[in-house]
């Protein structure tokens, strides 16, 4: 196998299909790069435990050439460092070429490398064929979903089902829900109303797909029982599913509430930055306390000391109040909500409570509050 290919396709290419190799990994094939000069240009596949993609750099684009003076072939090379050597290269084109399976020989004209290469027979399958549900729904809602939700996701593997992100077709919306069990947060868009599933992913997984969209408009999911596939451009990437029935959110979000404050959005992340400053460790607690005479926000710690500091301009509706909550956790979901405004809303003390975004009802952020005593 031999090609020469434009430098800058060849290194994009690599960065995209480099989102689903690990830095470790118990099936050392699966550190490499499957590259294969095909009719269709050079494809290139990487495959890990979560995901898989797979992505092709076409031999021309209109009427600029891509890949010149190649034969058809397949290897498999360390991923890592044939993106850095691409990386390196300072030439406008690069030439590969495989000898007897062992070496390929990178070359931009003036550096040249010999990297180890090996047969990519043994490398394992990866299965692409779409079924279930296909549709089709915009790059931009779709990075809208994640963005306002992943973060809510629990980061370690304690409870698997809580890693991902439950993406739910039915009536006529698309809905992401992501929870660690102490914070829930969910996005609707608009679909199809023919549209009916469920699958778990896994957040990180869903995270890496949208950073892939770049300048694509529309993506095609695939949800099946077992996978989902989601194609865009000249990528395909497959995310297996994670087993389980995720909590149901319906009957976690509060519908009817006795304490409302309506309030600036970099205000109260300034005042929460401001006095949570003393806290000793990352879970941070902030107090709210409300009343119809004004809000305070405050932190204490017995280590450094306390801070507080006053909220103007704000409407309250309520008996007075006091609400603990984790600091980062509403700091998190008020950003998620990308409004000037937003609208907390309380049933009590102890009970979860909500943020939303007054001027958009298809984003909810639900915080359980903290005991403080």
């Known amino acids: 196998m031999r090609f020469t290919i434009n430098k800058n396709e060849f290194l994009k290419g690599l960065l995209i299909a480099s989102h689903a190799v690990g830095s470790k990994n118990a099936n050392p094939m699966l550190l490499g790069f499957k590259l294969e000069m095909s009719s269709l240009g050079l494809e290139i596949t990487a495959n890990n435990d979560d995901i898989a993609i797979w992505t092709v750099i076409p031999l021309a684009n209109e ?115 992501a929870t660690d069990s102490a914070r829930l947060s969910r996005k609707s868009v608009e679909i199809d109303p023919s549209i009916r599933f469920s699958a778990n992913i896994p957040a990180r997984t869903l995270s890496e797909v949208v950073r892939l969209f770049e300048n694509n408009i529309e993506v095609e999911i695939a949800a099946s029982e077992t996978k989902v596939i989601f194609s865009f451009g000249n990528t395909v990437v497959k995310s297996r599913l994670i087993g389980g029935d995720y909590p149901v959110s319906n009957a976690i979000i509060p519908t009817n509430f006795n304490y409302r404050l309506s309030v600036s959005a970099s205000a109260l992340l300034n ?41 103007t301009a704000v409407q309250y509706q309520g008996e007075r109040l006091e609400v603990a909550f984790n600091a980062l956790f509403v700091t998190q979901a008020v950003k998620a909500l990308v409004s000037d405004d937003v609208e907390l809303k309380f049933i009590g003390e102890m009970k979860p409570f909500v943020i939303v975004n007054p001027n958009d009802d298809s984003v909810v952020e639900l915080i359980t509050p903290m005991r403080t005593r």
Not at 279 to 292: G, H, W
Request: hydrophobic share 40%; glycine share 8%; with cysteine.
């Open 63 to 177: 009427e600029k050439e891509i890949i010149r003076n190649y034969t058809l072939g397949v290897t498999l090379i360390n991923a890592h460092l044939l993106t850095e050597v691409v990386r390196k290269m300072e030439g406008e084109e690069i030439s590969l070429e495989v000898i007897d399976d062992r070496v390929a020989k990178v070359d931009d004209g003036n550096t040249n490398y010999q990297l180890n290469c090996q047969s990519a027979e043994e490398y394992p399958d990866i299965d692409l064929e779409k079924g279930g549900n296909i549709f089709n729904v915009s790059c931009a809602d779709l990075a809208k979903l994640v963005e306002m939700t992943a973060f809510a996701a629990l980061d370690k593997n304690t409870r698997p089902i809580l890693t991902a992100i439950n993406l739910r077709g039915e009536g006529g919306k698309l809905t992401a829900t």
């Open 271 to 311: 005042a929460i930055d401001r006095v949570s400053v003393l806290a000793t460790d990352r879970a941070a607690v902030v107090k709210l306390e409300m009343t119809s005479d004004g809000i305070e926000v405050s932190s204490s710690s017995d280590q450094t000391g306390s801070g507080a500091e006053t909220l």
